[in-house]
């Protein structure tokens, strides 16, 4: 299977990064993790990889609520730090994806009357269908739950 991305947009910063500040409470990740916080004061994206990685394009998006919440959350408290996390999880090698992506789109514009039968390569790209693919994202997503609960619980009340 492929590689899992948390995304992650924080406003806590008392560690220097947002990055650190992720990297404590989602310690011991599974898999690898990549972090993605979205445009900083200058309009740079703040994920920490290079335009090849996993998040690169995240920068372009329009209308994802991690900012949204962030900034609901953060205006609840002046101790509210919130750290919104998105756990994408990694299914087959990239090239398996653009494989199933093109066969779907070929028999959409070109063969409509088999396009259910070629939809199937692009549903097996971003699902996995086996018992052990489905345990392994249980887990690993059970995984990042408990480490946000656990940062949830231990971060002063936040009062209205």
């Not at 995240?58 to 509210?80: Q, V």
């Amino acid at each position: 299977s492929g590689i899992d991305t948390l995304l992650a947009h924080g406003t806590d910063k008392s560690h220097g990064t947002n990055g650190a500040v992720a990297d404590e409470w989602f310690y011991g990740a599974p898999r690898p993790v990549q972090y993605h916080f979205g445009q900083g004061e200058n309009g740079q994206n703040e994920s920490g990889g290079t335009g090849g990685d996993v998040t690169s394009g995240y920068d372009l998006s329009r209308g994802i609520m991690n900012e949204y919440y962030a900034k609901l959350f953060d205006s609840t408290s002046p101790d509210a730090h919130p750290l919104i996390v998105t756990q994408e999880f990694g299914t087959v090698p990239g090239v398996l994806v653009a494989r199933g992506m093109i066969l779907e789109n070929m028999a959409n514009n070109h063969a409509r009357e088999s396009q259910p039968f070629w939809s199937q390569f692009s549903r097996d790209a971003f699902y996995v269908r086996t018992d052990s693919w489905r345990r392994s994202i249980l887990s690993r997503g059970l995984t990042v739950l408990r480490q946000a609960i656990e940062r949830s619980s231990s971060r002063p009340s936040v009062k209205k």
